[in-house]
């Protein structure tokens, strides 16, 4: 199995249900899920979908993590609006950081706009750091918790310095 | 056969641990007025998403989850209704209340008189799908649905219009969400 320092620390802050839409920067991670129990990884048709189904499984007494890449946030907006804001919903969510300047063309425009977006929304986020990933990921599950919402984690590429 | 007479006779069969995911909009007021639960979750906006709820709440949870939809919701979710194939949960239970149209916003028609709706959860991998014909055989189709292997799908057709529209939920949304969770870690 790909270890993933991500995964690991996720899991050890208590994260037990995966649902998302993978990225290339987050293999290593889709990879590590293959470890989770059976039913505890839902792999997600739509970013829409795999955040309405993170609601479901918090309110089945799970403790929920949307994995996707940014592009992906643009899908989620209405049901993170309508359903998590709305209804006070903790979602951690585990986030690609597409769009640098050495990107490929077609993540440059949402990826450039992310954290403004998450600022628009009020969407607390951090940019993850390789090393860090144990209190990142603390931070991420006890963050959402005490603001009762979705919380973000940019990545970069998992592997990557 | 009114969307009121479709969800009567769908509570009647269900039983005191089901989890029921009530859609946006009209089918969550006319649940409420007809039987609140503590085990009901009710939606406010998330249109589409039906399906995709009850799908966490199917895995997550041991008790049958029963979601109650509509039909331009449901056709807003299919990836949602491709995930629960994908998966196939057996404790989750889709109904979709075809009226033909988006019936809270004002009745524009929606695509379900040219989708066959239960055939496409049969293509996505319910184990079992039924589109009932008629209101007579309602309450037996409702039955049967609920007897079947899960995921377990079946459309009701819904032909007549609401005497008067039910009001809107008076609970918080925050409070609608709470109580599902502290009845299931209750439990």
């Given at each position: 199995?790909?270890?993933?320092?991500?995964?690991?620390?996720?899991?050890?802050?208590?994260?037990?249900?995966?649902?998302?839409v993978?990225?290339?920067?987050?293999?290593?991670?889709?990879a590590a899920?293959?470890?989770?129990?059976?039913g505890?990884?839902?792999?997600?048709?739509?970013?829409?979908?795999?955040?309405?189904?993170?609601?479901?499984?918090?309110?089945?007494g799970?403790?929920?993590?949307?994995?996707?890449?940014?592009s992906?946030?643009?899908?989620?907006?209405?049901?993170?609006?309508s359903?998590?804001?709305?209804?006070?919903?903790?979602l951690?969510?585990?986030?690609?950081?597409?769009?640098?300047?050495?990107?490929?063309?077609?993540h440059?425009?949402?990826?450039?706009?992310?954290?403004?977006l998450?600022?628009?929304?009020?969407?607390?986020?951090?940019?993850?750091?390789?090393?860090?990933?144990?209190?990142?990921?603390?931070w991420?599950?006890?963050?959402?918790?005490?603001?009762r919402?979705?919380?973000v984690?940019?990545?970069?590429?998992?592997?990557?310095? | 056969?009114?969307?009121?007479?479709?969800?009567r006779?769908?509570?009647?069969?269900?039983?005191?641990?089901?989890?029921v995911?009530?859609?946006?909009?009209?089918?969550?007021?006319?649940v409420?007025?007809v039987?609140?639960?503590?085990?009901?979750?009710?939606?406010?906006?998330?249109?589409?998403?039906?399906?995709?709820?009850?799908l966490?709440?199917?895995?997550?949870?041991?008790?049958?989850?029963?979601?109650?939809?509509?039909?331009?919701?449901?056709?807003?979710?299919?990836?949602?209704?491709?995930?629960?194939?994908?998966?196939?949960?057996p404790?989750?239970?889709?109904?979709?209340?075809?009226?033909?149209?988006?019936?809270?916003?004002?009745g524009?028609?929606?695509?379900?008189?040219?989708?066959?709706?239960?055939?496409?959860?049969?293509?996505?991998?319910?184990?079992?799908?039924?589109?009932?014909?008629?209101?007579?055989?309602?309450?037996g189709?409702?039955?049967?649905?609920?007897?079947?292997?899960?995921?377990?799908?079946?459309?009701?057709?819904?032909?007549?219009?609401?005497a008067?529209?039910a009001?809107?939920?008076?609970?918080a949304?925050e409070?609608?969400?709470?109580?599902?969770?502290?009845?299931?870690?209750?439990?």
């Amino acid at each position: 199995m790909t270890p993933s320092r991500w995964f690991d620390a996720l899991t050890g802050a208590g994260i037990d249900f995966v649902a998302g839409v993978p990225c290339s920067y987050l293999a290593p991670f889709f990879a590590a899920c293959d470890a989770l129990p059976p039913g505890a990884l839902l792999r997600a048709t739509r970013e829409d979908h795999a955040v309405a189904a993170c609601a479901g499984a918090w309110l089945g007494g799970r403790s929920p993590l949307a994995v996707m890449q940014n592009s992906g946030l643009g899908y989620c907006l209405e049901v993170l609006s309508s359903l998590h804001i709305l209804y006070r919903l903790p979602l951690p969510m585990l986030v690609s950081d597409r769009g640098a300047a050495s990107d490929f063309e077609e993540h440059r425009f949402l990826g450039q706009r992310t954290r403004a977006l998450l600022d628009l929304f009020g969407i607390p986020w951090r940019e993850g750091t390789a090393g860090q990933e144990a209190s990142d990921a603390r931070w991420l599950v006890a963050a959402a918790a005490e603001g009762r919402g979705p919380t973000v984690l940019l990545v970069g590429p998992e592997g990557a310095a | 056969m009114t969307r009121a007479d479709a969800i009567r006779i769908c509570l009647a069969y269900l039983a005191a641990d089901d989890i029921v995911v009530a859609a946006d909009g009209a089918v969550s007021r006319e649940v409420y007025a007809v039987l609140d639960r503590p085990r009901t979750f009710y939606m406010l906006g998330s249109m589409g998403q039906v399906g995709s709820i009850a799908l966490g709440l199917a895995m997550t949870r041991r008790e049958r989850v029963v979601a109650l939809d509509g039909d331009g919701n449901f056709l807003m979710g299919t990836g949602g209704a491709v995930m629960i194939g994908g998966v196939k949960p057996p404790n989750l239970y889709h109904l979709v209340l075809d009226n033909g149209v988006y019936g809270t916003t004002g009745g524009q028609p929606s695509l379900s008189r040219q989708v066959d709706l239960a055939q496409l959860a049969l293509g996505a991998g319910y184990r079992w799908a039924r589109r009932c014909g008629s209101a007579r055989e309602a309450a037996g189709a409702v039955a049967q649905w609920l007897a079947a292997d899960g995921p377990a799908f079946l459309a009701l057709p819904i032909d007549e219009p609401e005497a008067a529209p039910a009001p809107r939920i008076p609970l918080a949304p925050e409070t609608m969400a709470a109580r599902v969770r502290a009845a299931l870690e209750d439990a």
